[in-house]
């Protein structure tokens, strides 16, 4: 028997859940792209996303997703032939990284394994190495999704001081802002690539690379951008259709603006930080009492290393596969595919499943999501530790009275 027939629940790492009101803002006639309230709108949405990166820095939005971003970041700020360091820690640094291979950019990867955050003091010693300057840019994600390891981004940025090193810092915070505290210029990137569908909870379509002036002056001294990408027009549109080399995202300027509003004028952000702690904790303590007995676990042991925006959990060979189709047959809720972490010994991606928990949710569709789960464990007889839900219940009690 199936008893899917409310409304479907999806709990992966993006597209995250669209909240109505910002369907409900989308939910309109074309507007007049000539002039009028889009052309504020957009001005704002610029102004927004800037201050939900923390940063007084630029942004340019591209109708595109986090593809596009990364694309758009790395075209605007290093030449085929020089030389990137990226921090990897999963499958999505490593897609950056393939990427930028792609553009002729020369790539040195620093493994950083697929269970732990990047080591700072590794990232000093290889830029103190680097004794001619070779390396022009750093770069690396605030969470690897496919991993659910979170960087230290305050830590990578001062050990780029520390070693007295001018290389660019550039973040992929695609699966992170607006849901890990994130803080562009206090902690010294220069250049962030986000994109809609994640925390900004605005359905994929469009992206932003985010720049400080020092990622703006090494933009000027390149000999030549890819004309959609650049930044230049993009940063300082001199007509409106210049914010998106082209005629604007229409309905995707009013959804994430109204997500926007939820997030820096309702909630507010230093909330919307807590709430992902809290779900995030939550769903922490269920995994941990689940793998008493039996294969499941996280993937990442240090919770100090881990995302708040999605968990990779671990289980015996096939599990995970066989739970993520019940969840969905049976119950309606659709679990993260497990990716290949990009790690020599990373697990087949049958024994791994991700629980997406950024964006719009709240303690029911998070604890109802861990109670489907629980359920779907017991149905297939997976072996697993009982009294998880209690204890989530417990956590999210705990963390709701903080
Ligand atoms: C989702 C994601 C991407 C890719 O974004 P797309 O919109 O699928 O192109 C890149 N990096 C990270 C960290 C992500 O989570």
């Not at 309230?37 to 201050?51: C, D, F, K, W, Y």
């Amino acid at each position: 028997m199936t008893l899917a027939h409310g409304r479907p629940l999806r709990a992966i790492p993006g597209p995250s859940i669209l909240p109505d009101r910002v369907l409900r803002a989308m939910h309109r006639a074309a507007p007049n792209i000539y002039e009028g309230p889009l052309i504020e709108m957009t001005a704002e949405v610029s102004r927004n996303l800037r201050r939900v990166a923390r940063t007084d820095g630029h942004v340019a939005m591209y109708i595109g997703n986090g593809h596009a971003a990364w694309e758009g970041a790395l075209v605007n700020v290093l030449e085929p032939g020089d030389l990137a360091l990226v921090l990897v820690n999963g499958r999505f640094a490593l897609g950056w990284s393939e990427m930028a291979r792609a553009l002729g950019i020369e790539v040195e990867l620093l493994d950083c394994g697929t269970e732990a955050a990047a080591d700072p003091a590794r990232l000093e010693a290889r830029l103190r190495a680097d004794t001619d300057g070779r390396i022009r840019a750093v770069l690396t994600t605030q969470t690897d999704t496919s991993t659910s390891v979170n960087n230290d981004i305050a830590a990578l940025g001062a050990a780029i001081r520390a070693a007295g090193h001018d290389a660019l810092f550039m973040v992929d915070c695609i699966a992170s802002l607006a849901c890990a505290r994130f803080e562009m210029d206090a902690w010294g990137v220069d250049v962030m690539v986000a994109g809609c569908q994640k925390g900004l909870m605005t359905p994929p379509g469009m992206s932003f690379a985010f720049a400080n002036d020092r990622a703006l002056a090494r933009r000027q001294t390149m000999t030549r951008v890819s004309p959609y990408f650049d930044w230049l027009p993009r940063f300082h549109p001199a007509m409106y259709y210049q914010n998106f080399c082209g005629t604007a995202p229409t309905h995707h300027v009013y959804g994430l603006h109204e997500a926007l509003t939820m997030i820096l004028e309702e909630e507010g952000l230093e909330n919307v930080w807590s709430r992902h702690e809290a779900m995030a904790q939550t769903v922490w303590s269920a995994v941990d009492v689940w793998g008493e007995t039996g294969s499941i676990r996280l993937n990442v042991p240090d919770p100090a290393h881990r995302s708040v925006a999605v968990t990779t959990i671990q289980t015996g060979p096939g599990e995970a596969e066989r739970l993520r189709r019940w969840c969905e047959d049976r119950a309606g809720v659709t679990l993260g595919l497990g990716l290949g972490m990009g790690g020599a010994k990373s697990p087949p991606g049958d024994s791994i499943f991700r629980i997406g928990h950024m964006g719009h949710l709240n303690p029911p569709m998070l604890l109802g999501t861990l109670a489907t789960i629980d359920a779907g464990l017991k149905a297939l007889g997976i072996p697993h530790g009982g009294g998880a839900l209690r204890v989530a219940s417990e956590t999210m009690a705990r963390v709701a009275s903080a």
